[in-house]
T-cell receptor, first 115, second 114 residues
Framework: AQSVAQPEDQVNVAEGNPLTVKCTYSVSGNPYLFWYVQYPNRGLQFLLKYITGDNLVKGSYGFEAEFNKSQTSFHLKKPSALVSDSALYFCAVRDMGGGSYIPTFGRGTSLIVHP | DAGVIQSPRHEVTEMGQEVTLRCKPI?????LFWYRQTMMRGLELLIYFNNNVPIDDSGMPEDRFSAKMPNASFSTLKIQPSEPRDSAVYFC????????????FGDGTRLSIL
């Protein structure tokens, strides 16, 4: 079975500071991992994914995420936060070892960037 | 690329009425998904199609919900009769394939059942 957890409902950060949005997962095989962002009154937008290869994945809008197999984590990061980054962020996982063919989404983390 | 298009964007209706939500996926995408988003339950997968065929509808909450995909460019999600607890934002998404391909979401239909 596959599952994903976003342990923080909300993350607050000052503009210009680095940000981290946490994600941990559980799978029986190897994972496919995704990050999406949702702005108010909009659908989810794909940010980046990890399939295989380099553990540091770079995506849209200056975001990156680091795959850590030993800690079963895939935290989203950005070196310098912008007020416009304020949104809801979702992590998703699919277990390549079996189970569902459809990624499971986390509950989401609300990122608030203060001016 | 116009993206996934959903209509209507907002729907307000009285309980007991039939509600039909519409979705046009991205051309060439073989998979179509319907999700429901609420504060209490987060994002829930209701049903998904592959090449217009329903593959897994285990997320459909009740028999009041039904979904169809008559062709590759159109899908509907119908609720009949509607109830206040059906109030939510309903998203349609499409993807080229499963696995490593991301899903592309529409902007949703915000449904309010009075």
């Amino acid at each position: 079975a596959q599952s994903v957890a976003q342990p923080e409902d909300q993350v607050n950060v000052a503009e210009g500071n680095p940000l981290t949005v946490k994600c941990t997962y559980s799978v029986s095989g190897n994972p496919y991992l995704f990050w999406y962002v949702q702005y108010p009154n909009r659908g989810l937008q794909f940010l980046l994914k990890y399939i295989t290869g380099d553990n540091l994945v770079k995506g849209s809008y200056g975001f990156e995420a680091e795959f850590n197999k030993s800690q079963t984590s895939f935290h989203l990061k950005k070196p310098s936060a912008l007020v416009s980054d304020s949104a809801l962020y979702f992590c998703a996982v699919r277990d390549m070892g079996g189970g569902s063919y459809i990624p499971t989404f986390g509950r989401g983390t609300s990122l608030i960037v203060h001016p | 690329d116009a993206g996934v298009i959903q209509s209507p964007r907002h729907e307000v209706t009285e309980m007991g009425q039939e509600v039909t939500l519409r979705c046009k996926p991205i051309s060439g995408h073989d998979y179509l998904f319907w999700y429901r988003q609420t504060m209490m339950r987060g994002l829930e997968l209701l049903i998904y199609f592959n090449n217009n065929v329903p593959i897994d509808d285990s997320g459909m909450p009740e028999d009041r919900f039904s979904a169809k995909m008559p062709n590759a460019s159109f899908s509907t999600l119908k609720i009949q009769p509607s109830e206040p607890r059906d109030s939510a934002v309903y998203f349609c998404a499409s993807s080229l394939s499963l696995g490593g391909q991301p899903q592309h979401f529409g902007d949703g239909t915000r449904l309010s059942i009075l």
